[in-house]
């Protein structure tokens, strides 16, 4: 489904949508009634280490709460939000097939705002008072909308530059750098399908320093403005284009097809959403281990991942018990070892236990894995609607 059709379709259903069915607020009765429940979580498909580690969750969520995780792969956020979409239409107030919901951005902001999410319902979960969302606030805030307990956040990220030392002992720390060195060396960078959710972010990171003014992609993109604060970004990316792997004319389909590329020697520039990424690959033999990575030096765009819970789920409860479990300190260390998914946690670690603070103090950095001082406070992200603009101006562009 197109995204105008699907939004079209949103407004459409939202207004005859009823109060979301409320789950006991007692914990203990909220985990009494998930066990033996089987909960779908329509999740990201496309990198193995995240895969593997939903697979663990799944595992230990059996062990403990004997809930059965199905992960349902998906290769776009709005597949799932279609399929809410569909079951609303057909009247499927109850009894949906979508338990949890990987979901960020345009998809969330969409999903609120038309009433198709259960909620608030961060407050249920007894490991959100972990979550550190003062000095993390885009743990509460999602590209720039307030998430008030409508999804809960269970992994950070922030973008980093992966490269080759060996082949380029000084990486381009800027977006006019960037451009610089690839008139140097032609056909040495590329980003992912701009549908895909690294190659639109390759072009906002490029905005975020283009722009005469930051602060205004805070707000709305509009009709008006779009024209006028994109010019630069296009005007740069027009250059950048045919300077790309294979004259711009082809991209690979995601970020770790790009990763294939820099281990191959066909580029010598990726970019990544994890700042671990580098270093798991590296323990995994996917990357060699003369890999490093970096910043820019006026900062890159930080997010949080969130899961949220559809207003017709199924399995409410058992969904409310695996998002709780994602947030423990246990599944967070897990998440963040280099050498299963390298994620940063969400947590704050002053509030744990020093046995829980171990699990995160004795894991093992990785040699490509930068430091907080070094990554430096995160970019926020932009109002999701400039990513909508860009990807669809870029498609208008460049789509034959």
Known sequence: MKKGVLLTLIVVVAACIPAAAQVAEDWESIVDKARGQTVYWNA????????????????RVKEDYQIDLRHVKISLTSESVSRVVAEKAAGRDTGGSVDMIWINGENFLAMKDQGLLFGPFTQLLPNFQLVDTEGKPTTIIDFTVPVEGMEAPWRMAQIVYVYDALRLPEPPRSIPGLLEWARENPGRITHPQIRNFLG?????????????????????????????????????????????????????????????????????IMISFSPNEASTAISKGLLPDSVRTYVLDKGTIGNTSFNAIPYNAANKEGALVVINFLLSPESQAHAQNPEVMGNFTVLDLDRLSPEERRLFTDLPRGPATLSDAELGRPLPEPHPSWMDRIVAAWEQRYSR
Do not use: C, H
């Open 44 to 59: 990201w498909a496309g990198d193995e280490n995240t895969n593997s580690f939903i697979a663990w969750v799944g595992r």
């Open 200 to 268: 639109s972010t390759f072009l906002k990171q490029a905005l975020y320093e283009l722009v005469e003014d930051a602060d205004v992609l805070g707000k709305p993109a509009t009709d008006a403005n779009f024209a006028t604060v994109t010019a630069p970004l296009w005007a740069w990316y027009e250059e950048l284009k045919p300077l790309m792997w294979r004259r711009g004319e082809q991209f690979p389909e995601s970020g770790p097809a790009m990763r294939q590329l820099l281990a191959d020697n066909e580029i010598d």
